[in-house]
Each structure stands twice: as structure tokens, then as C-alpha cells.
């Protein structure tokens, strides 16, 4: 295919496996990423790496020069929903202004083609199953950064002519997670607790609801994107159909770990109830449907989670506001400041 590609948080989760599927098609893959979240180890050997940070604006501008990229699959994030709140500036700066150096970019480089992951956190509380023709209420600092990005690419779409593919996936989950952050990914955060002799901890009762979906069924769809003239300028919610509530989500990871489920509830935090979406569009565009059952996905992370064991990390370093954070997060912070 010969085809170049920039993979922003391609040592990340979902960016590694991308990275994989879109070097088994053939392109030549450069990987921005910063390691804040993600891991050496993730890196497929044939893809050039960066380290830095999309915030970055002559070094974006500089790999862009350097490579005429045909394709960006800006996936470079921090994706902590519920702490976004806490850390306005901080989540603006990486997940909005970071994102509006690549769009800059595109346009003055010809790109062909801008993929987006943005987040069903874009719909906040709305009716469910959640479908892309559904007006955005984002509750949060994370869903509302996610959602003015994907308007400034449609706004940039229709005055310079940049092609983009927006996906709207939620609660991926599988191998390469960072289990140790404490602060998304809640499959991740059991398994580690697990690892670690700790209950999972719950907020609020765990009646709460969403739907989990593993990485293999998304990496490839995501890769194909920009490849599909009938995804082209749409946005696609991408996921799994059945919700779950976290208790039940306990018990089931706690069943693929080979443990009895003990939990941990604490205060109930600011967050949407319940987000799941309808995937009928994405469905239609790419043939995409689920594959691999929710069992099998755990199973297989779980086997990948006890081969690389427990992480630990440390809390996030410069909250902004501390007025109404979750208790337990406060407690953390306190106890690694002494």
C-alpha cells in the first residue's frame, strides 16, 4: 500500500493494536506518544517512534513536514472521564488544543484523511441505546473537549476540505490496558485490585450500567476507516450491544481472575448512570458486529493480565480542584503527599 500513516497514543491501548492492524495492511506507521500512558513494549517493531506530546506544535509540524502523512488516526488522549472535572486545564490543553495542532496540521499538509476515537461520553445523560443522530449533552470536561473536537473537524471538513472518520467507542477493554490507572478502565482497575489481594472498589450501589467491548473486534474497524468511502465524513458509535451493571461486571471478572469476588463500595461520584449505545450505522458501513462474547474477551485479558502481573502507579500529579472529589481519591492523594 505504501501508504504513511501517524498514530497519536500508538503505545498506548487501543493505539498499539491499531498500530498492529495497519501494519499488517501495509502502511508505514509513525507513533507520536508521550508514555503517559502508555509503553515501550506496546510498540510494534516496525513502526517509527516519537516521543512527545501532540501539545507539541512545531514538533507536530515538523514530523508532518517530514513524513507527508496520507493518513492520522489521533488517538492520544487522557481518557479519565470522572477525573476530567478536577483537572480542566490539563484535560483541554492534551485532549482539545493538542487535537487542533493535528487538525492545523492536516490541512497544511494534505492529509487525506482525519480518524478521531472521541467517546460516548459526548451524549452525557440521554435516551438510551445512544444513536450518533442524538444530540451531544456532555456532563464532563472529558466529553466536552471530545465533542468540540468533532465539531471543529466537521467545521474544517466543510471550509478546507480535510476528510475525518469520528468513533464513539466505550469500555474498551483487553490486553495491553494500563491496569495500573486508578482513575479509568474499570475492567483494568478489578483485575488489578485483584492482583494486588485488594476488594474491587465500587461507586455508588453498582447498579450503574454500560457495555464493554474487547479490543480485537475494534482495532481493525478503526484501521479500516479512512480505506471506506462510505464512512467518510460520519460519525460511528463502535462497541458491544449487551450493558452490564458493575456489580454484575465484578462478579465476572472476578470469576476470569479464578478469585471469589469480594467489593468494596464507596460514595457514589458524579457520572452517568447508564451509556450504552446503538450501532446499527457501523454495522451498515463496515459489516462490523461484535465477535468475541464479553466471557472470552475477560478470559483473555485475564490470562494477559496474570503474565505481566500487578502495576502500581501513583495519583495524578496536579489536580486543579479538590472541591467535591470522591473521597477515596482524596484519601490516595493525601497518603502519597506525606
Not at 455508588?204 to 482495532?219: K, L, M, P, S
Request: one cysteine or more; charged letters at 20%.
Amino acid at each position: 500500500m505504501n501508504k504513511k500513516a501517524l498514530v497519536t497514543g500508538g503505545a498506548g491501548f487501543i493505539g498499539s493494536h491499531l498500530t498492529d492492524s495497519l501494519i499488517t495492511r501495509g502502511l508505514h506507521v509513525v507513533v507520536l506518544d508521550d508514555l503517559s500512558g502508555g509503553f515501550v513494549e506496546n510498540l510494534h517493531e516496525q513502526a517509527v517512534f516519537v516521543q512527545e506530546s501532540v501539545t507539541d506544535e512545531k514538533l507536530v509540524n515538523r514530523l508532518f513536514e517530514e513524513y507527508r502523512f496520507d493518513v492520522v488516526y489521533h488517538l492520544g488522549a487522557y481518557a479519565a472521564e470522572g477525573l476530567s472535572h478536577f483537572i480542566k486545564r490539563f484535560n483541554y490543553t492534551n485532549n482539545l488544543i493538542g487535537s487542533a495542532n493535528l487538525i492545523n496540521a492536516c490541512v497544511n499538509y494534505d492529509v487525506k484523511c482525519y480518524v478521531f476515537t472521541s467517546s460516548i461520553a459526548v451524549y452525557g445523560k440521554n435516551q438510551l441505546p445512544m444513536t450518533e443522530e442524538l444530540v451531544p449533552m456532555p456532563e464532563d470536561s472529558y466529553g466536552i473537549a471530545k465533542l468540540a473536537v468533532e465539531q471543529e473537524l466537521k467545521s474544517t471538513h466543510e471550509m478546507f476540505g480535510l476528510n475525518y472518520v469520528i468513533f464513539r467507542p466505550h469500555n474498551v477493554y483487553g490486553e495491553r490496558q494500563n491496569i495500573g490507572d486508578r482513575y479509568r478502565n474499570v475492567v483494568g482497575i478489578f483485575m488489578n485490585q485483584i492482583m494486588h489481594g485488594e476488594p474491587m472498589t465500587i461507586f455508588g450501589d453498582g447498579e450503574q450500567t454500560r457495555a464493554f467491548t474487547y479490543i480485537g473486534d475494534v482495532a481493525p474497524i478503526i484501521a479500516e476507516a479512512p480505506f471506506n468511502p462510505l464512512a467518510l465524513n460520519k460519525v460511528f458509535n463502535i462497541g458491544a450491544d449487551i450493558p452490564y451493571s458493575v456489580n454484575e461486571l465484578a462478579q465476572m471478572v472476578a470469576r476470569a481472575m479464578g478469585v471469589e469476588p469480594k467489593v468494596r463500595y464507596l460514595e457514589a461520584r458524579n457520572e452517568v448512570v447508564h451509556a450504552f449505545s446503538s450501532h446499527q450505522r457501523v454495522e451498515e458501513v463496515f459489516g462490523y458486529k461484535a465477535k468475541v462474547s464479553f466471557e472470552a474477551g475477560l478470559e483473555a485479558m485475564a490470562r494477559w493480565a496474570r503474565s505481566v502481573g500487578p502495576r502500581r502507579s501513583k495519583p495524578f500529579e496536579g489536580i486543579e480542584i479538590l472541591k467535591n472529589m470522591p473521597k477515596s481519591w482524596l484519601d490516595e492523594l493525601r497518603q502519597f503527599s506525606c
